[in-house]
T-cell receptor, first 110, second 110 residues
Framework: EDQVTQSPEALRLQEGESSSLNCSYT??????LFWYRQDPGKGPEFLFT???AGEEKEKERLKATLTKKESFLHITAPKPEDSATYLC???????????FGTGTSLTVIP | DTEVTQTPKHLVMGMTNKKSLKCEQH?????MYWYKQKAKKPPELMFV???????INESVPSRFSPECPNSSLLNLHLHALQPEDSALYLC?????????FGSGTQLSVL
């Protein structure tokens, strides 16, 4: 069964304190792994798509990496405006479905 | 243009009301989705339309009725909802491996 697990559930960082969020997945065939940022009461905002193990993508203070079993979202020197929930999702070969993890709620303290 | 537009942004309805949520995209995407999201939970898939035909219905109660009038529009008709149906309703569209979300409709059922 396709499954996505994110950890930690919640993370509090001091401004400038780098860290990583984890997304572990089990899918029958990976078409793509996605990272989204979601602010309260808003729709998820697309950040990255990763397609194959070893792939990396960067955007400002965020860097996403992918292995055969998990993905990491690295946050370098975070700022308070990076506070949000970060969602991971996988698109599998079985049908047109995207499976979401439960998210990591990130709070960056000034 | 990577925009998915949802209206209304907020909706309050009684349990006997009939209302509709609307979603529009002009990216030429042929798959469109409805998700339901409760606070601090990931989006839950409700329906998938592929080439304007309903391809996935995740055992959603019949008080939710989707409609896809054309390739750019997706509606969700609501009737006789329950207070536990209060949530953020998200529309999304995809072409290939990218899934784009609207900003959602925050629904409150009284």
């Amino acid at each position: 069964e396709d499954q996505v697990t994110q950890s930690p559930e919640a993370l509090r960082l001091q401004e400038g304190e780098s860290s990583s969020l984890n997304c572990s997945y089990t899918v029958s065939g990976l078409r793509g792994l996605f990272w989204y940022r979601q602010d309260p009461g808003k729709g998820p905002e697309f950040l990255f798509t990763l397609y194959s193990a070893g792939e990396e993508k960067e955007k400002e203070r965020l860097k996403a990496t992918l292995t055969k079993k998990e993905s990491f979202l690295h946050i370098t020197a975070p700022k308070p405006e990076d506070s949000a929930t970060y969602l991971c999702a996988v698109h599998s070969n079985t049908g047109n479905q995207f499976y979401f993890g439960t998210g990591t709620s990130l709070t960056v303290i000034p | 243009d990577t925009e998915v537009t949802q209206t209304p942004k907020h909706l309050v309805m009684g349990m006997t009301n009939k209302k509709s949520l609307k979603c529009e995209q002009h990216m030429g995407h042929r798959a469109m989705y409805w998700y339901k999201q409760k606070a601090k939970k990931p989006p839950e898939l409700m329906f998938v339309y592929s080439y304007e035909k309903l391809s996935i219905n995740e055992s959603v109660p019949s008080r939710f009725s989707p409609e896809c009038p054309n390739s750019s529009l997706l509606n969700l008709h609501l009737h006789a909802l329950q207070p536990e149906d209060s949530a953020l309703y998200l529309c999304a569209s995809s072409q290939g491996e990218k899934l784009f979300f609207g900003s959602g409709t925050q629904l409150s059922v009284l």
